[in-house]
């Protein structure tokens, strides 16, 4: 039988609050330690199976094959998600894998090398400035061989987010902007930056900036992008995410 991660107490659940049947706590820690090797065992597999469906969405995105093989193809893939559903969560519960490492988020769309529709863009952040470095394929394609404006959206919103999260505590988007200079190309190593100028930052609040580029050209702007990024109070956070708020900003 399936076993569901449940969000316990959660202030929208109705019924009985059912404990979570699958926890990094309860199935991976041993008492002699060597639950630390099973969740990185765990993190190291979620990476290679993210990497393995890229492979795939990036396959079925460029694909020329004739029906029959894309119906062979559809049934086997299909066959691949009995599987992943014997132990899964709920949207109100976080990744296990995260638990396992604050900071992290393995299912990202933007940086998340677990989630198959992940780039994953990579990235660092030093000094205040945030960088991020990816290569797009086939499957981000909006006009031809070059980038859909709202995948340069989401990565853009992704690496705000760092630069924004550098100043003290990470944040919710409550405003973006983007100018398209130029189209994005894909299949060519590219390059985001962002910072978050002085006169941007108030107390619960800071407005970072941020470009892409190619790595070959980086004086050549494609995209440049704004924000306003919030951190919401812990009664905020609580009316978003119901009783169980995310532990950086459940502090009154
Ligand atoms: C290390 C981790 C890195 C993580 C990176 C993650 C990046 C991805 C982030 C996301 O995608 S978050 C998902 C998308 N965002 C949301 O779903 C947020 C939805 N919005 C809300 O729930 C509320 O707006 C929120 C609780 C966040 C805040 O509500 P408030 O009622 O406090 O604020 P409001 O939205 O009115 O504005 C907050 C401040 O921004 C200001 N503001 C908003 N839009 C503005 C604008 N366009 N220009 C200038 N200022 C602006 C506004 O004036 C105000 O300034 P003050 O606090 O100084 O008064």
Redesign the pocket.
Known sequence: MARRVTAAHHRNDQETPVISEYRQSDAEREPDGSGEDHAQDRARAARELGDALRELVQAAAGTEVDAATLRKTADQARDLVGPLTEASRTRHVPPTLDEAKP?R?MY?P?SGPGNPIAPPMRVRVADGVATGTCTLGLAYEGPHSYTHGGISAMLV??I???A??AQGR??????L?LRYRRPVPLETPLRLTAWVPEDSI????T?PKATITTEDEPDRLLVEASG???I??AE?AE??FGDNPPPRWSEK
């Open positions: 900071g988020r990202n933007a919103d992704q705000l987010g760092h924004h999260a990470p944040g919710m988007t409550v405003s902007s108030t107390d619960r609040r407005g306003i990024f919030v919401p109070t905020q009316r978003i």
